[in-house]
């Protein structure tokens, strides 16, 4: 079984906040969509409701590994004139503020490259964010990128999925730090996904060879999902459904939702 050996800031955080809950969320907001006054109010939604983790995504016009809500969100941040820079001036602002929670960024292969690896992980760094997301970076052509992150204290999250194979698990184990990112199903983001034993089986077999915090994404957007989850994984990651509920009525709607969830009432 191989891993980093070094526990980040966020691995630490989650394992404390675990000892307190029996299952984290984890939530999502799209910089620049519809606006960055709109990405204050959902995080602020998101935070009062107990949420303990925000992916804050910068946005990319081929974000590969998402569904049609968040595709399109990416793409009309882009379209509205969105930049990295602008998200990095959101990302150290929300930081400040919302202490209580950890924040980390998604984003594609391409932003981060053509900003400049060390470059873009520093920023990363004094922006207060805790961890990375890269779903298109492979774990094996991450060594430079790895090493940055190493080096400044930010948690490399990979993705993993139902067809990774034991070779592949190992290779992420080397790789990821804070947390290992599941995906619940192959395909994007967006559609709901229905739990089974062949799920059960695939999160054991992840645990095999990962010893970090496992949270579980694309395609919860229930109460009934989550207490499935409850005692096999540690955090809960609703993304499009955050995104969509915001858009469609708003942080009161959304802060409502996700404080059910946090309660465990049915949906």
Known sequence: ?????????LEQFIVKQRQQQDILLMSH????????????????ALVQAGVELIELQFPFSEAIADGS???????????????????????????????QARFVVTTYCNVVYQYGVEQFVQTVARSGIAGLIIPDLPPEEAETYVAACNYHGIATIFLCTPNSCPQRLQQIA???????????????????????TQFNRYVESVRAFVQRPIG????????????????????????????????????SALEGFMRDLRNGKAL
């Open 1 to 9: 079984m191989e891993t980093l050996s070094t526990s980040t800031a």
């Open 29 to 44: 907001t799209v910089l620049g969509y519809p606006s960055f006054h709109d990405n204050y109010r959902a995080v602020d």
């Open 216 to 251: 579980v994404g694309f395609g919860i957007q229930s109460q009934a999902a989550i207490s499935q989850l409850k005692g096999q994984i540690d955090i809960a990651i609703i993304g499009t459904q955050a995104v969509k509920l915001y858009v469609e009525q708003g942080a």
């Open 69 to 99: 809500i968040l595709l399109n969100a990416n793409h009309s941040a882009i379209q509205a004139g969105t930049t990295i820079n602008d998200c990095f001036c959101f990302a150290a602002k929300i930081t400040r503020q919302y202490w």
């Open 174 to 196: 080397k790789s990821t730090s804070g947390m290992i990112y599941c995906t619940a199903r192959k395909g994007v983001t967006g559609h709901e996904t229905q739990f089974s």
